[in-house]
């Protein structure tokens, strides 16, 4: 079955440091997309960052680059020079191409904290 | 560009009844997604629209749950005889996404329900 772990349900970061979200999947289907998507403690979800499966250079947008390791099923997010606006949970997603049950899965979240 | 919009907000309604939630897309989007999201999860896929078919339907998406996008546009997503486990955010996200290319989904603000 397919599945997203996020194996860090809580993080503290330093503002103005870097910080790593790790993401593992677990999927035997080649052709899918990787998101990152944020979600304030206001509820909305926000689009951060994308990968397709075939992509070879990692994705980057703005501060954030998604550091894609398809061997090892890893795309883990970076999120470089934290703003305390940062502070929020993070769900990494997966889309696949192909139509199926679980269409688009996503990970249990790390919930990340900015900290002054 | 106005951005993805659902109606009610809230819905407060007794066990048993019916309860029936409206989603309007941004408008150059072809594809249409539902989500259930409890708190302190990721949100859990239920089913999608590429135009006016619906494509899939998770697993997880009991015969009480139906969904209709009629002419492409505006999709409502009805729980009929609702129980209690059925209170929690419904989110709808529209996106680009093809057959062959996956794209961002951008996000409705959610409509909480509560089943008493």
């Known amino acids: 079955a397919q599945k997203i772990t996020q194996t860090q349900p809580g993080m503290f970061v330093q503002e103005k440091e870097a910080v790593t979200l790790d993401c593992t999947y677990d999927?035997?289907?080649?052709?899918?997309?990787l998101f990152w998507y944020k979600q304030p403690s206001s509820g909305e979800m926000i689009f951060l960052i994308y990968?397709?499966?075939?992509?070879?250079q990692n994705a980057t947008e703005g501060r954030y680059s998604l550091n894609f390791q398809k061997a090892r099923k890893s795309a883990n997010l970076v999120i470089s020079a934290s703003q305390l606006g940062d502070s929020a949970m993070y769900f990494c997603?997966?889309?696949?191409?192909?139509?199926?049950?679980?269409?688009?899965?996503f990970g249990p979240g790390t919930s990340l904290s900015v900290i002054p | 560009d106005t951005g993805v919009s659902q109606n009610p907000r809230h819905k407060i309604t007794k066990r048993g009844q019916n309860v029936t939630f409206r989603c309007d897309p941004i408008?150059?989007?072809?594809?249409l997604y539902w989500y259930r999201q409890t708190l302190g999860q990721g949100p859990e896929f239920l089913t999608y629209f590429q135009n006016e078919a619906q494509l899939e339907k998770s697993r997880l998406l009991s015969d009480r749950f139906s969904a209709e996008r009629p002419k492409g546009s505006f999709s409502t997503l009805e729980i009929q005889r609702t129980e209690q486990g059925d209170s929690a955010m419904y989110l709808c996200?529209?996106?680009?996404?093809?057959?062959?290319?996956?794209?961002?989904?951008?996000f409705g603000p959610g409509t909480r329900l509560t089943v008493t």
């Open positions: 408008s150059e989007h072809n594809r």
């Open positions: 996200a529209s996106s680009r996404s093809t057959e062959y290319s996956s794209y961002e989904q951008y």
């Open positions: 997603a997966m889309e696949f191409m192909k139509t199926s049950y679980d269409k688009v899965i």
């Open positions: 990968q397709g499966s075939y992509d070879e």
């Open positions: 999927t035997s289907d080649q052709s899918y997309g």
